[in-house]
């Protein structure tokens, strides 16, 4: 069983900054990518950032230059700073896993946190 654990969502002004925190857990646990969605109410669940093991990275546009993925393989946890915060950030952000365990692919989800920007 893979776990994510996230932390570092709340409420800040826009023009701010948050920082997330993704860790993630399981034996036998390979991670391929771990990246940021998020959830805004009554929208789809989208794309934010992701990082491989290697270090590339993909970002949504609206985002690009604002937010920055980074990841700590030693330690399974990715991070999510984000900057310039706008009110349209506002949404659960959700952490995501996708590797092998025990030779089976897995993708996993965090609980989600909240992120709320106001204006």
């Known amino acids: 069983q893979v776990q994510l654990v996230e932390s570092g969502g709340g409420l800040v002004q826009a023009g701010g900054s948050l920082r997330l925190s993704c860790a993630a857990s399981?034996?036998?646990?390979?991670?391929?990518?771990m990246g940021w969605y998020r959830q805004a109410p009554g929208k789809q669940r989208d794309l934010v950032a992701r990082?491989?093991?290697?270090?590339?990275?993909d970002y949504a546009d609206s985002v690009k230059g604002r937010f920055a993925i980074s990841r700590d393989n030693a330690k399974n946890t990715v991070y999510l700073q984000m900057n310039s915060l706008k009110p349209e950030d506002t949404a659960v952000y959700y952490c995501?896993?996708?590797?092998?365990?025990?030779?089976?692919?897995?993708?996993?989800w965090g609980q989600g946190t909240q992120v709320s920007v106001s204006s």
């Open positions: 990082i491989t093991s290697g270090g590339s990275t």
């Open positions: 399981g034996s036998s646990l390979s991670i391929n990518s």
């Open positions: 995501n896993a996708v590797g092998l365990r025990i030779g089976i692919l897995y993708n996993a």
